[in-house]
């Protein structure tokens, strides 16, 4: 008969749990191919164990923070990269693991220093060279984003998004052509990418390549039909070519792909003038402006549309708000004097036109209707035109008319002059009509004035300044009102 402390052992070795699995198997089992939910549950398990190596406790933790990612909890999964960090700084990959999710969590900053930090002890790790290379190149440091993407491309030439992104930077630096080249290049490694072919559209368009800009983009937006960069890109580049119906197309599909977005109405707007659609123009600039209103070149678009418009006043009030905030602003003073000349405000028009003469970048027309407010102010007005002349080559346009007001040529000779470059004909024709008319009425000759004002409205097109103060030269010939003043 056994003793009973044999019979008790048996019954305890029967009771007693089975040996633990070796700790390396249990490593094993963390690290293995898992569904993310799995692998964090395997990884937790052998966390616990608190006699794990810390380089082990490190890999282990790296692996549950890529499950967390897997599932989108970016949060948890920097917070087991960044211990395990803790445990082994120098690990470069754990450093790009960091960096990255430090830019999904919006630390830019801080995703740039695990970058550099990773490349200190890896030199030849070309995602950190991409990746903070692309940083820079967001924050604008395009010199030194062209460096890293330099060596990334060299360490990894087959990337397409490193292709991709060296293109970007070369775009910004102002080297179209080798943009251009850079982006081809990426597409040859990455055929289709959006991104790259945005990039080629818009080096194209930087180099007035229209018709290849909007090829790409539109290969971009065959890809997704949503993409919003390459729809206003396409849009612009479809105004830039003067294929203004298809312009107004793209802004209006970005309109509703962006809604309340000011941008896309300013486009249009742009594109409606340019095919005398003044109303539109006005009520898209009016849009814009409630969200900006000081911006320069929407009133000035919506002062165009309203002077279109015959709303001469609204007009006048949109420059001079602009002037408002910048008083010597030309192309707002020289607006607001033809304006003003359209109204008949000689004294004021008379102002304004002197002091934008004074302005390097003043229009060359703005002599001329300087000539024309003086006159009607009856200010001596010969002096200041004779110096605006003096410049100007006797053939070069607007030169002819210049002469004209002063007594040196004839009309027909103006209207030859027009007439002499085929390209530019009909608009300086249409100017030439405008100004004989003026000069005509200024020397009451109604039936001469009548007659060259009427062919000014026949030739010129509905936007031309030239239009509307035709329009309104013929308003005081009816109205009797056409003589000059007979003094300040």
């Known amino acids: 008969m056994a003793s009973f402390s044999s019979r008790m052992l048996g019954v305890f070795a029967l009771l007693a749990p089975l040996p633990a699995e070796p700790a390396a198997k249990q490593d094993l089992a963390c690290f293995a191919p898992a569904a993310a939910e799995e ?77 550099t930090a990773a490349l200190k002890e890896d030199s030849g790790l070309a995602e950190a060279y991409a990746r903070r290379g692309k940083l820079r190149l967001e924050r604008g440091a395009n010199t030194e984003a062209l460096a890293d993407l330099t060596e990334a491309r060299r360490l990894n030439p087959g990337d397409g998004e490193t292709q991709s992104l060296f293109a970007a930077a070369r775009l910004k630096s102002g080297t179209g052509d080798d943009a251009i080249a850079a982006f081809t290049a990426a597409l040859d490694a990455k055929p289709g990418d959006p991104a790259a072919l945005r990039g080629r559209a818009t080096a194209y368009a930087q180099h007035g390549l229209y018709k290849e800009a909007i090829a790409d983009f539109t290969s971009a937006l065959v890809v ?121 405000k000689w004294k004021d028009a008379s102002a304004d036109l002197a002091q934008a003469a004074r302005l390097p970048n003043a229009p060359a027309d703005v002599a001329l209707w300087r000539f024309i407010a003086e006159s009607r102010a009856g ?13 100007f080559a006797p053939t070069t346009w607007p030169a002819p008319v210049m002469q004209y007001f002063l007594g040196n040529v004839s009309g027909d000779q103006v209207l ?6 085929p390209a530019f004909a009909l608009e300086r024709l249409c100017e030439a009509y405008y100004y004989l008319g003026e000069a ?49």
């Open 379 to 391: 200010l001596p007005a010969a002096t200041a035109l004779t110096a605006a002349a003096e410049p």
């Open 224 to 344: 997704n039909a949503s993409d919003l960069a390459a729809r206003e890109g396409r849009g612009v580049a479809y105004l830039q070519s003067s294929n203004f119906n298809a312009a107004i197309a793209d802004f209006t599909a970005l309109e509703a792909l962006k809604p309340g977005d000011p941008a896309p109405f300013f486009f249009r707007a742009t594109a409606l003038l340019q095919i005398n659609e003044a109303v539109a123009a006005d009520e898209d600039f009016t849009f814009f402006l409630k969200k900006h209103p000081a911006d320069e070149e929407a009133l000035l678009g919506r002062a165009l549309a309203r002077q279109m418009l015959a709303n001469h006043t609204g007009a006048e009030a949109d420059l001079s708000l602009i002037l408002a905030r910048a008083p010597d602003a030309a192309v707002a003073l020289a607006m607001r004097g033809f304006i003003r000349v359209i109204l008949g």
């Open 416 to 421: 030859d002059a027009a007439e002499r470059e």
């Open 440 to 488: 005509a009425a200024l020397l009451n000759d109604s039936e001469s004035a009548h007659k060259m004002l009427t062919a000014a409205i026949g030739t010129c097109k509905i936007r031309h300044t030239e239009y509307a103060g035709a329009k309104a030269a013929l308003q005081r010939l009816a109205n009797g009102s056409q003589k000059p003043a007979k003094g300040p």
């Open 39 to 115: 692998k964090i549950v395997l990884c937790t398990s052998v966390l616990a164990d608190m006699t794990l190596p810390p380089a082990t406790h490190a890999l282990a933790l790296l692996a549950r923070g890529e499950a967390h990612a897997t599932l989108g909890d970016f949060v948890k999964a920097y917070a087991d990269t960044n211990t395990a960090l803790l445990l082994n700084p120098h690990d470069a990959a754990a450093l790009v693991t960091r960096g990255k999710l430090r830019e999904t969590l919006n630390t830019p900053d801080k995703a740039e220093e695990d970058y």
